[in-house]
């Protein structure tokens, strides 16, 4: 069985996988496959731009977890949606030295959900799990994924509405 973790950067989808493979689950972080599948980089947005189609197309299915933000594209049997409140999460970005436009941008879609509907719309429902990681410790994020992974924690999603932090102004 493959289950992915996704999120917005900053949610804590390298932490709490970190977590996972110190309790023995093998992880695959899919920052470390997609080089060869670059087409560009985007300087202004510090960014590479990724062939995803062909990325998803020639990606070998694995028996454990996928870690990334684009994992909820690859077809996994389970997934998981990290989330975290846009004010905490610019917070958590600022210290990677983003440029403020890049933070804006990830915070926006953050309080979007745009990871949870891509997820929607590659994935059944009953497959996924949505957590948001805004107070809870890394060891608690990583409970609760092994606990949907095992199926002792049902499918749920849906109950997070951020769009008062989004960031528009006049």
């Known amino acids: 069985m493959m ?30 496959t997609v080089r060869p599948y ?40 389970r997934v998981v949606v990290l989330r975290c409140r846009p004010d905490v999460l610019a917070a958590r970005l600022a210290p990677r030295g983003y440029p403020a436009e890049k933070i804006a941008e990830n915070r926006d879609a953050e309080a979007l959900d745009v990871i949870l ?24 994020c990583a409970d ?3 606990e949907f992974i095992r199926g002792e924690l049902p499918s749920s999603y849906g109950s997070i509405d951020w769009t008062d932090h989004l960031g528009f102004s006049a």
């Open 38 to 77: 670059v087409v560009e980089e985007d300087r202004a947005r510090q960014t590479l731009v990724v062939d995803v189609d062909r990325w998803v197309e020639e990606f070998e299915p694995v028996e454990g977890i996928v870690e990334g933000h684009l994992a909820h594209l690859l077809p996994c049997d």
């Open 144 to 146: 609760r994924i092994e």
């Open 117 to 140: 509907i891509e997820t929607l719309e590659e994935h059944p429902d009953e497959h996924i799990l949505e957590v948001d990681t805004t107070a809870l410790s890394v060891g608690e």
């Open 3 to 32: 289950t992915g973790i996704t999120g917005t950067p900053g949610t804590g989808k390298t932490a709490v996988a970190a977590e996972l493979e110190r309790r023995g689950h093998r992880i695959v972080h899919l920052a470390d």
